[in-house]
Structures are given as C-alpha cells and as structure tokens.
C-alpha cells in the first residue's frame, strides 16, 4: 500500500494567489483529515470527513480556506488568497474508522511544507 | 475536552528503556489513550493505544494506571531512529455521533537519544 499521499510536497506562493493542496487517502478508508503544523500552534485539525462527508469544519481558520472530497479517493484544501500567516506544513490522514469496529489508527501523509511570501 | 500532560523534554541513552509519562487527570471513562510520534520532517505515526489494561506490540507497551488518570509509554530499548516528538493523546467521540473520532495533538515529550 503507498498510504496517504500528498502533494504538492513543497509550495512557494506569493500573498493573494490561490493555493490548492491534494491528498489521496490510503485504499479502503471512509474517513479523512486536514492538519496544519506550526511551530507557535502545533498540529491543529482543520477539518475531516466521514464516507466523502464534511463532519467538523470548526478547525478551518476562516473562509478563505475550503475543503472539498469528491469522491472516497481525493480530496483538497484549497487557500484563496493566500496569506504570509498561512505559511505551514498542512498534513492528510485518513482511518478505516467506524463506532464499534475497525481501525483506530490514523495514517497521515509526508505533508506540504507552504511557504507564502 | 480531558486534557493531557506530558515533560516538554526527556533524553535516553541508546539501547536503554524508556518511560515517557502521560497524565490525564480528567479522562472520561470511554476516552481511549493513544500515542503518536512525529520523526523530524515527516508526519505523524501511530504507536499505540488502549482503554483500560496494558497494551503490547511491536513498537512499545503501553501502562494504563489502574485510575487512568495517568499512563506510561516503554519502549523497551532506545534506539537513534526513536527520538522524536511522542504525543499521548485522549481520543474523543466525534462530534456527530458518526463514524470516526478526532485526535487532539498537544505539544507532545521531544524524546533525544544520545549515541
């Protein structure tokens, strides 16, 4: 299995451009999860999805940042515009999930390291 | 939502045991206990993780104070490739009701190995 993948792996934008982060989740597994790493905040949970459905947006900063799952093999966070402070390592996990059953360890992505000048 | 306590810092010597604490005073009784490390540039990983008794596998054992307000987390023989950032973390019902469960990071025990 490859696990989560991600990409881009590296992003430098300029202030006010549009920047869209992709993610394709280990085969298999209904729930997906967006991060973001800093060093003032540590590893923060933006939003996650249940069977390609938003659970919990109420990590996600504020409305320039969008998450969207088409589909149970892709998923994206998209930043317009993109501002200095958004400069992070935003990391894609994803589970088997479930109540009562199944997995219960998250498997997350190398992350994108974005840098927005 | 419980919270989690651990040493900002801890160093071990390669090939000793290590014990990193956790202490979680206001767990609710169907908080899980899980462990996660992060390896310099990379993302998180799970350890392992438990609800009531010990807990072994390939990568550490788990100890779970009879309470629960606190556990441990061993592993049994240090080496270069373990230092890391070690979170222990409480996981949550998801807010739905449905399907899956959040993780809620803190700033985690930075474990240095020293050769």
């Known amino acids: 299995d490859a696990g989560v993948i991600q990409s881009p792996r590296h992003e430098v934008t300029e202030m006010g451009q549009e920047v869209t982060l992709r993610c394709k989740p280990i085969s298999g597994h209904n729930s997906l999860f967006w991060y973001r790493q800093t060093m003032m905040r540590g590893l923060e949970l933006l939003i996650y999805?249940?069977?390609?459905?938003?659970?919990?947006d109420s990590g996600m900063p504020e409305d320039r940042f969008s998450a969207k799952m088409p589909n149970a093999s892709f998923s994206t966070l998209k930043i317009q515009p993109s501002e200095p402070r958004d400069s992070a390592v935003y990391f894609c996990?994803?589970?088997?999930?479930?109540?009562?059953?199944?997995?219960?360890?998250?498997?997350f992505g190398p992350g994108t390291r974005l840098t927005v000048t | 939502d419980a919270k989690t306590t651990q040493p900002n810092s801890m160093e071990s010597n390669e090939e000793e045991p290590v014990h990193l604490p956790c202490n979680h005073s206001?767990?609710?009784?169907?908080?899980?206990i899980h462990w996660y490390r992060q390896l310099p540039s990379q993302g998180p990983e799970y350890v392992i993780h438990g609800l009531t008794s010990n807990v072994n596998n390939r990568m550490a054992s788990l100890a779970i104070a009879e309470d629960r307000k606190s556990s441990t987390l061993i592993l049994h023989r240090a080496t270069l490739r373990d230092a890391a950032v070690y979170y222990c973390i409480l996981r949550h019902p998801a807010y739905s009701g449905a399907g899956s469960y959040q993780l809620t990071f803190g700033k985690g025990t930075k474990l240095s190995v020293i050769p």
């Open positions: 206001t767990i609710s009784g169907t908080d899980y």
């Open positions: 996990a994803s589970t088997r999930g479930g109540l009562r059953t199944g997995s219960y360890e998250q498997y």
């Open positions: 999805f249940n069977n390609n459905v938003p659970i919990d």
